[in-house]
T-cell receptor, first 115, second 116 residues
Framework: NAGVTQTPKFRILKIGQSMTLQCTQD?????MYWYRQDPGMGLKLIYY???????DKGEVPNGYNVSRSTTEDFPLRLELAAPSQTSVYFC??????????????FGPGTRLTVL | AQSVTQLDSQVPVFEEAPVELRCNYS??????LFWYVQYPNQGLQLLLK??????LVKGINGFEAEFNKSQTSFHLRKPSVHISDTAEYFC??????????????FGAGTILRVKS
């Protein structure tokens, strides 16, 4: 298993541009998550999904959109990039069932800079 | 709302010395607690987790943590650190969302710097 993979690893955007961060997992996990990591702030949840076709907002969803058409893929869309979206983005997944106890598996991250 | 506080943003320590990274949580219900480690330019990796039972939890790489319900703490310890333990460590609590889902609420992280 490759686990959770994310592309691209790095990206520089200009203000107002759009892009999609890709996330794929091959563990047949139902739950998937997008976090952003900013220095000294830990990880903040952007969006999550409990299965194909079911998504919900996390703590910091503004400026982002997601879709979950398949179990494997959970892309994160930035429509109008802003400097405040400069961050490192992590995708994670978790199996179901298992309640609250199961481990989340993280991808390697995408480092995004908006200039 | 549940939250996690990591009391130290950075902890410098010499190689082979013991270390404790502190974590306090706020929760009114049963908690499931986690410690994750992030090595430079990598994703997060699970170190250990507390679900129930024994309050002393052992993880990978010689780390352990003790769950203290009365003090709402889950401090991470290692008796003798190595240079390779230099990383950022995150404490997290699992929170229920929707009918059967969960999400992790993370602390701000503690950077452990091991010096030779």
């Amino acid at each position: 298993n490759a686990g959770v993979t994310q592309t691209p690893k790095f990206r520089i955007l200009k203000i107002g541009q759009s892009m999609t961060l890709q996330c794929t997992q091959d563990m047949n996990h139902n739950y998937m998550y997008w976090y952003r990591q900013d220095p000294g702030m830990g990880l903040k949840l952007i969006y999550y999904s409990v299965g194909a076709g079911i998504t919900d907002k996390g703590e910091v969803p503004n400026g982002y959109n997601v879709s979950r058409s398949t179990t494997e893929d959970f892309p994160l869309r930035l429509e109008l990039a802003a400097p405040s979206q400069t961050s490192v983005y992590f995708c994670a997944s978790r199996r179901r069932p298992g309640g609250r106890t199961d481990t989340q598996y993280f991808g390697p991250g995408t480092r995004l800079t908006v200039l | 709302a549940q939250s996690v506080t990591q009391l130290d943003s950075q902890v410098p320590v010499f190689e082979e010395a013991p270390v404790e990274l502190r974590c306090n949580y706020s929760s009114s219900v049963s908690v499931y607690l986690f410690w994750y480690v992030q090595y430079p330019n990598q994703g997060l990796q699970l170190l250990l987790k507390y679900l129930s039972g024994s309050t002393l939890v052992k993880g990978i790489n010689g780390f352990e943590a003790e769950f203290n319900k009365s003090q709402t703490s889950f401090h991470l310890r290692k008796p003798s650190v190595h240079i390779s333990d230099t990383a950022e460590y995150f404490c997290a609590v699992s929170v229920r969302v929707m009918e059967y889902g969960n999400k992790l609420v993370f602390g701000a992280g503690t950077i452990l710097r091991v010096k030779s």
